[in-house]
């Protein structure tokens, strides 16, 4: 299992980016999927989470009505829209996924920076 994460970058307070995650080796349209994110001297924290084979998602309450996870099944892929952002959503941002059987997300990218200035 692969998950490949790019779209990170800086940015200044207000502006959007967004996060993909490329899935190898996990069907992402039938796994539990998530972004979590670290930022330096933190713990990491769950962001945005979406179930496996439906649309029902579930986000932190820092990102709500700002950040929108979604799911391509044709491209095996995993987004973040992050818009409206704040210098306190700087973090290294990880896409992870699990799938249904499985406890968790046993499945974690390699991460990609967002920093807002």
């Known amino acids: 299992v692969q998950l490949v994460e790019s779209g990170g970058g800086s940015v200044q307070a207000g502006g959007s980016l967004r996060l993909s995650c490329a899935a190898t080796g996990v069907v992402a349209s039938t796994s539990r999927m998530a972004w979590f994110r670290q930022a330096p001297g933190k713990e990491r924290e769950g962001v945005a989470f979406i179930v496996a084979g439906g649309g029902s998602t579930d986000y932190a309450d820092s990102v709500k009505g700002r950040f929108t996870i979604s799911r391509d099944n044709a491209k095996n892929s995993l987004y973040l829209q992050m818009n409206s952002l704040k210098p306190e959503d700087t973090a290294m941002y990880f896409c992870?996924?699990?799938?249904?059987?499985?406890?968790?997300?046993?499945?974690w990218g390699q991460g990609t920076q967002v920093t807002v200035s």
């Open positions: 992870a996924a699990g799938r249904v059987w499985q406890t968790g997300y046993p499945y």
